[in-house]
Structure formats: C-alpha cells, structure tokens
Antibody, heavy 119, light 110 residues
Framework: EVQLVESGGGLVQPGGSLRLSCVGSGFTFSSFSMSWVRQAPGKGLEWVAHIKQDESEKYYLDSVRGRFTISRDNAKNSLSLQMNSLRAEDTAVYYC????????????WGQGTLVTVSS | QSVLTQPPSASGTPGQRVTISCSGSNSNIGNNYIYWYQQLPGTAPKLLIY???QRPSGVPDRFSGSKSGTSASLAISGLRSEDEADYYC???????????FGGGTKLTVL
C-alpha cells in the first residue's frame, strides 16, 4: 500500500523558516517524480513545486521561487520542502504528492501538514 | 484568480447527470493533458480522471472526462449523495513551467 506521510508543519512568524518532510513507502520512491501542493484555509488547490526522480529538474510556483527549495533523498525515500522568508499568504495545508505515473495509472497524496504563518 | 476557470458551484438531484467545465488556454489545456480531482470534506484530493478521459482503477464509470481545444469537462452520471464534494481540474502550463489548477467547483446533491 502506497503511503505518504508529511511532517514539519507548525506555527512560524513572518520572515521565518520551516522545513517540511515527506516519507514515502509501498513503492520504489526513486522511480517517481514528486510534488508539493498547498491549500489555504477554505481555498482551492495550488501547485507549489515539482522535482524529477533524479533531481535533474525542479520547477516552482512563481511566488515561492527563490524562497522555497524542493529536494529529495532517494536513499531515505524522503522528499523535503525548505521554506524561507515565509509570508502570511503561505499559510496552508501542504500536501506531498507522488506524481501520476503511466506505470500504475495512479497518483497519490499524503494527508497534509498545516503551516501557519502569523505573528 | 486561477489560470484554469471553473464554475464555483454546481448542483443536481440524485440520479441526474451533471457536468463541470474547465476553461484554459493553448499553453495548458490546449497542449497538455487534463486531470480531474475529487476532494471530499476534510480529506486529501483524489485523482478521478487522467489523460483527459481515463479513469484510475477503482473510480466508477459514472465519472467521465472530455477535452476539446482549450476546454475540458467532467461529467457525473447517476448522481449520488456521496458525490457531494469539491472538484478540481489541473494541467501543466508550458508558459509558466508549472502545474495549474482550476479554482474548484463545489458540487451539491440536492
């Protein structure tokens, strides 16, 4: 069974930093591209960042580029999102996503971790 | 506002067929696959449709997707109370080099 478990969310002051982690199990982590998607309270989904299997390509939402860094450790089946210079508008539930794969025709989402940026 | 445009709400009675539209541009829907998601209250989104009109295993065939040009739609036939949820469309956007979502459509089963 595929599982994605996020951690690292919490309350942080504006301008502060936070590192989110996601551990995957039940699949060969190194074979799949991964993403972070967020959802502000009561709002819709917003894609944040994407990383290829071997970290050869990384893509970011314009509003987080330069502040957020996506990375992965395939040996530890782990995905991370380092978030710096946090703003109130970054407040959201952050979901770890195993991107769609034609291999098993599925996409998987974690349960999400809440990040609150407030003084 | 979202790059992909969806109606904020839709509704239907049990057994009815409802459709949800998603409008974009050549840089996203026009040139890439569309995906649809269902988000039940308090839960993570679930993939409903991939590659415009394909269903992952386990998704009932009451759900179907279509795409024409820079627009797409999700159809739900034989509406059930458990279909009451938020629905999102998504596609890769070549101009933004990122994934874009619609604003979401809240489906109410009357």
């Amino acid at each position: 069974e595929v599982q994605l478990v996020e951690s690292g969310g919490g309350l942080v002051q504006p301008g502060g930093s936070l590192r989110l982690s996601c551990v995957g199990s039940g699949f060969t982590f190194s074979s799949f591209s991964m993403s972070w998607v967020r959802q502000a309270p009561g709002k819709g989904l917003e894609w944040v960042a994407h990383i290829k299997q071997d970290e050869s390509e990384k893509y970011y939402l314009d509003s987080v580029r330069g502040r957020f860094t996506i990375s992965r450790d395939n040996a530890k089946n782990s995905l991370s999102l380092q978030m710096n210079s946090l703003r109130a508008e970054d407040t959201a539930v952050y979901y770890c996503v195993r991107d769609f794969s034609s291999g098993d025709s599925h996409e998987y989402w974690g349960q999400g971790t809440l990040v609150t940026v407030s003084s | 506002q979202s790059v992909l445009t969806q109606p904020p709400s839709a509704s239907g009675t049990p057994g009815q067929r409802v459709t949800i539209s998603c409008s974009g541009s050549n840089s996203n829907i026009g040139n890439n696959y569309i995906y649809w998601y269902q988000q039940l209250p308090g839960t993570a989104p679930k993939l409903l449709i991939y590659w415009n009109n394909q269903r992952p295993s386990g998704v009932p065939d009451r759900f179907s997707g279509s795409k024409s040009g820079t627009s797409a739609s999700l159809a739900i036939s034989g509406l059930r109370s458990e279909d009451e949820a938020d629905y999102y469309c998504a596609a890769w956007d070549d101009s933004l080099s990122g994934r874009v979502f619609g604003g979401g459509t809240k489906l109410t089963v009357l």
